[in-house]
C-alpha cells in the first residue's frame, strides 16, 4: 500500500505561482511512476504530468512550457511547479502514483483556484 499527501494548493492570481507537494508513505519502495492530475466538477479527470523513477517526463499540452513536474524518489515526493496560472487552471489536483506491479494510488487532492 502507497498513501499520498498532497500539499501547496491555495488562491492565486492569474500570472502566479504555486508549488505543489506529494509526500508518499507505506511500501515506497515500489513506486515507478508519480505525476499529477486535475479534475473540475461535471469533468473528467485530466492528466497534467508525470515523471518517472529512471527521470523521464510527460507533461500535458495544455500546461506545456508553464508547469514543470519534478520528483525525488529518494525522499519519495514529487513537485509540480505551476507559474503563470490562468484562470483555466483551476481545479482540484490529484497526485498519483504506479507501483510496480501497475497498481495505481491517489491522494485526497488540493484546491487550485486562479482568480482573473
Known amino acids: 500500500q502507497v498513501q499520498l499527501v498532497e500539499s501547496g494548493g491555495g488562491l492565486v492570481q492569474a500570472g502566479g505561482s504555486l508549488r505543489l507537494s506529494c509526500a508518499a508513505s507505506?511500501?515506497?519502495?515500489?513506486?515507478?511512476?508519480m505525476g499529477w492530475y486535475r479534475q473540475v466538477p461535471g469533468k473528467e479527470r485530466e492528466f497534467v504530468a508525470t515523471?518517472?523513477?529512471?527521470?523521464?517526463?510527460i507533461i500535458a499540452d495544455s500546461v506545456k512550457g508553464r508547469f514543470t513536474i519534478s520528483g525525488d524518489f529518494k525522499k519519495d515526493s514529487v513537485y509540480l511547479q505551476m507559474d503563470s496560472l490562468k484562470p483555466e487552471d483551476t481545479a482540484v489536483y490529484f497526485c498519483?502514483?504506479?507501483?510496480?506491479?501497475?497498481?495505481?494510488?491517489w491522494g485526497q487532492g488540493t484546491q487550485v483556484t486562479v482568480s482573473s
Open positions: 498519483n502514483s504506479v507501483v510496480y506491479g501497475a497498481d495505481s494510488y
Open positions: 507505506g511500501r515506497t519502495f515500489t513506486i515507478y511512476v
Open positions: 515523471i518517472s523513477k529512471d527521470g523521464r517526463e
